[in-house]
């Protein structure tokens, strides 16, 4: 995948949000692919494509994008070598997780486990922290920040998703 090439203007691809109507093409994507607003990349069917998207926005595995001809295509989360932090303490986790976005990592958060980005210095840390550590091959989907956004990484999706300050009174 390469990025920074003007796109042709009948390849590019943006969100929507109706209901599928036919089977869509697929792309598999990393996390730090689905980040970027800008991004040359090839559909499962080899066809070429540019994707431009809303300078911040995140795609997540499961979404859906359309080609200004129509068509639609499903975004798939790829596997990424990971590291799977465990414990059954919930306190250490919480350390763990604390220590982990301290450094502005993106962390996906699940029952009795962390998932983070392959790093030694990282796996050292946590591992000091109390927890076992298992490299692991999965899709990655890092928490958002608490304001609908990712510090490191640009905005959660969809944007007209509510941020923190913008919840309906009660």
Request: net charge negative; with cysteine; hydrophobic share 40%.
């Amino acid at each position: 995948l390469r990025a920074g090439h003007e796109p042709a203007h009948d390849t590019a691809l943006f969100l929507v949000l109706a209901p599928m109507t036919e089977a869509p093409d697929t792309v598999r994507l990393s996390f730090d692919a689905r980040s970027k607003s800008r991004l040359l990349l090839r559909l499962d069917s080899g066809e070429q494509a540019a994707l431009l998207v809303e300078r911040g926005r995140l795609l997540r595995g499961g979404d859906r994008v359309r080609t200004q001809d129509g068509r639609e295509v499903l975004i798939i989360a790829a596997e990424e070598s990971l590291l799977e932090a465990r414990s059954d303490d919930p306190v250490a986790i919480a350390r763990a997780a604390f220590h982990l976005g301290n450094r502005h990592v993106a962390v996906q958060v699940m029952a009795n486990c962390l998932r983070f980005s392959n790093d030694h210095v990282l796996e050292e840390m946590v591992k000091g922290l109390g927890l076992e550590v298992a490299a692991v091959r999965a899709p990655f989907e890092p928490e958002g920040g608490a304001y609908g956004h990712h510090h490191a990484h640009g905005s959660q999706l969809p944007s007209i998703r509510p941020k923190i300050h913008e919840f309906p009174a009660r």
